[in-house]
């Protein structure tokens, strides 16, 4: 719905997973949110297990939780050596499930203006589609697919 009042993106959503595809749509992500004064957020979906008893769940759990700290560790030392990361807003966010259910559900919450993704790199993902695919099919923001 159009706003009387904004000009820009105010908030932009980019998925990472660690991947360099998905880092470099971070940096882009990191690009526009400062040229457009935006709001930067950085979303982590730990993927979960549904195979296995509780044990393999309660370590895919923390496996997950382990990840994200890394990778939360990661930006913030990428943003600290970087001088362009000043003026950049930006937080992270980290939570379980699946990729693209747990990306709309953040983009949705946060109301979001635009989704940055890095395309995917696994071939199965040409014949049942990958989340930046699937993105782009909801139509519920502007999605950019970085390669």
């Not at 009387?4 to 105010?10: K, V, Y």
């Not at 990428?78 to 001088?83: I, Q, T, V």
């Not at 395309?119 to 993105?135: C, E, P, Q, W, Y």
Request: no cysteine.
């Amino acid at each position: 719905m159009f706003e009387l009042g904004t000009d820009g993106p105010s908030v932009i959503v980019a998925g990472v997973d660690g991947s360099e595809s998905s880092m470099r749509a971070a940096a882009y992500a990191a690009g526009l949110a400062r040229r457009q004064n935006s709001r930067l957020v950085l979303v982590f979906i730990q993927p979960m297990n549904t195979i296995g008893g509780a044990a393999t769940g309660a370590a895919m759990v923390q496996l997950g939780q382990d990840l994200a700290t890394d990778l939360e560790r990661q930006i913030r030392e990428a943003a600290e050596r970087l001088d362009a990361a000043e003026g950049i807003r930006w937080e992270f966010v980290s939570q379980p499930g699946d990729a693209y259910n747990g990306l709309v559900e953040v983009a949705d919450r946060l109301r979001a203006d635009a989704v940055v993704i890095g395309a995917s790199t696994k071939a199965g993902h040409r014949l049942l589609g990958s989340v930046g695919v699937r993105l782009v099919k909801s139509g519920r923001w502007p999605v950019t697919v970085v390669p």
